[in-house]
């Protein structure tokens, strides 16, 4: 049997691993993204790539080296940069000297069964099937608790204790074979989450939405931690952008879409590849919901986000949120990030204690 790799997305090793070893692969997870994946991929990619593309390359040589023999790595169409990375990975990989199967993922359930086949042999339909159920049963876990994760850290008994209940989740349910025992996990840790739950840090309740570019909203290495740095500031988190959420919307199943674009239409009616709309959209719908304000996350030169950055001050205006639009590459800094975040927390704390016209009570 051959050993598979993909891409490192936050915890998506974790039922991307069990989808596999249902079917009997082998996978080779690429190691926690270091600053060596970063200097890797840095070093062999076009200067002008993007962010996410550079950390995957840097993900696969790691793979390759330690015996990976096919990339899983997803596809798209049009009209960002996207839909070419597989092809020019592949392109830099082989130049690189390394020897492997590229498989493709792309947009639509049915297509991808029939290339599944060419790459990865016969496996019948009714193995697909219960693979395809653990995986989706550990990764709705996994975003059901992580969703959690991102309200408690604001107010946590202990600093930090939040952050460790949850690695222990992710440890356990990445070593069940049961379907059965995801459910019984999970229950076990949101009652452990929700027993860590004291006053707010800062006081009062602040809520923060994330849009932005995916890789950049998922990934704690490249977005520098921001939704750990924020819950330690005591700001409630929240988001859209989960694994199974873009795993429905990847694959035609989601619903949601068209809530979005319904919000997005005033500014901008129209795809523009990525998540550029999808950012527009939601801030629109996280201010219908009152939260006190939106960041978004982006790779610098990402085009789609470029496109809703420019938009984003007009919705922050007419729907009255307020909104910081944070673009990162391989030279962003951890005091840079902190220092803008603390700014912008304070301001949001201020702007909701004057509202709600408690400004001398609660000093
Ligand atoms: S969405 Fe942005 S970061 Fe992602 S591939 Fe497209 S241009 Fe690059």
Redesign the pocket.
Known sequence: MKKITFPHMADMYVPVRAFFQELGFETVVPPAISKKTLDLGVKYSPEFA????KINLGNFIEALERGAEIIVMGGGCGP???GY?AEVQEAILRELGYSFEMFVIEPGLFSNYKRIRNVFGNIPFHRLLPAARMAWKKAAAIDEIYRLVLKMRACEKKPGQVNKIYDAFIGEIDNTVSVDKIRLIKKEYEEKIKDSKAEYKRGIEIRIAIVG????VLEPFVNLEIERRLGELGVVVERELYITNWLLDFLNLSGERKLMERAAGKYLANFV????QDSIGHAVIYAEKAFDGVIQL??F?????IISRSILPVVSREEGIPVLSLFFDEHSADTGIQTRLEAFVDLLERRKILQEGSFCESR
């Open positions: 993007c962010l996410p593309f960002c940069r996207f990375y570019e995916i890789y950049l590849g990525g998540h550029g982006a790779p030169t990402c085009m789609p986000e």
